[in-house]
């Protein structure tokens, strides 16, 4: 298989971690590079990667992806680094979860910046390049918040709703410049992302795990470039079995 440049922000654990070992998994000549904002954790998730494919180059960087000077910094490594990238995988992102009158302003913006600005701001710094070469494809963990609210969902859902809208937008922006955009929209997965209570009640009795949407990340990637899926759902099969 031909070498791959991968780029997936979030990767230091969870679903981004999951999707990173996939890709080191099914590519021998593998460029990729990952990001999170604790740096001895995404530098834990290269050493374990690169255990797995040792011929894989790795970087890995400590970036929050709200903020665009280290999202630039982020960026331009890839790229000094790397070269192009063939796929960008927007992953990094996080939950609170209350009623709309208990939220600060600080808590509401700081998962729209995460979840939605930082979905924008990396993407925002991969386009130009793909749209230059007139190839490339841009995944996004969106969620299956992004299309129903819920109670206590408001920050997470509006943030999640944000990102659909950006992606279908985009979509029609550059299918004309042969890239593909694609956004997956997962159920519940079995992560760190429902640690604390309020997350931990939400979270149903069934959870995916997070090597499904590797696999779901992977498949999409995987097909023709003329080929965009666009969009996909994915969730338990029986929530309660
Ligand atoms: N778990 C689910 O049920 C579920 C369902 C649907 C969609 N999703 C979505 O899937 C994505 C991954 O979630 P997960 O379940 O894998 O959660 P997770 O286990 O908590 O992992 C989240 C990852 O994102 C990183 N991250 C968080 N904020 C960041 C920021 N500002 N900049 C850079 N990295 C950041 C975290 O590392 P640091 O904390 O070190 O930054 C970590 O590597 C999220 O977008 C989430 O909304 C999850």
Redesign the pocket.
């Known amino acids: 298989m031909e070498r791959k440049t991968i780029v997936i ?9 999951a999707v990173a070992e996939k890709c080191v998994r099914e590519h021998k000549d593998l460029q990729l590079a990952i ?4 740096e001895a ?2 530098l834990k998730a290269k050493e374990k990667l690169l255990a797995l494919n040792p011929n894989a180059s790795i970087l890995a960087m400590k ?4 903020d665009r000077a280290q999202v630039s910094r982020f960026a331009q490594t890839v790229q000094a680094s790397f070269g192009v990238v063939d796929v960008l995988v927007n ?5 609170m979860f209350k009623p709309v009158h208990e939220f600060s302003t600080q808590e509401f913006s700081s998962i729209l ?3 939605l600005r ?1 979905v924008f701001l990396i993407t925002q710094e991969v386009l130009p390049e793909m749209r230059k070469r007139r190839q490339g494809t841009i995944i996004t ?5 992004s299309k129903n609210g819920f109670a206590g969902g408001s920050a ?1 859902c509006a943030s ?1 709703f944000g990102v659909r809208g950006l992606m279908q937008s985009l979509f029609l922006e550059v299918r004309e410049q042969n890239i593909r955009v694609i956004t997956i ?11 604390d209570d309020t997350a931990q009640s939400i ?1 149903s009795n069934k ?2 795990k ?1 090597e499904n ?1 590797a696999d779901c990340v992977y498949f999409c990637y995987s097909l023709p470039q003329y080929a965009d899926l666009s969009e996909l759902d994915i969730r338990p099969t029986n929530p309660k079995g």
């Open positions: 922000t979030g990767a230091s654990k969870g679903i981004g971690y990001c999170s904002r604790h954790d995404i970036c929050d992806v709200s992953n990094a992102g996080f939950g910046e995460t979840n930082g963990i969106g969620s299956l918040a997470y999640k929209f997962p159920g519940s997965v079995d992560t760190e992302f429902f640690v979270k959870a995916l997070a949407i």
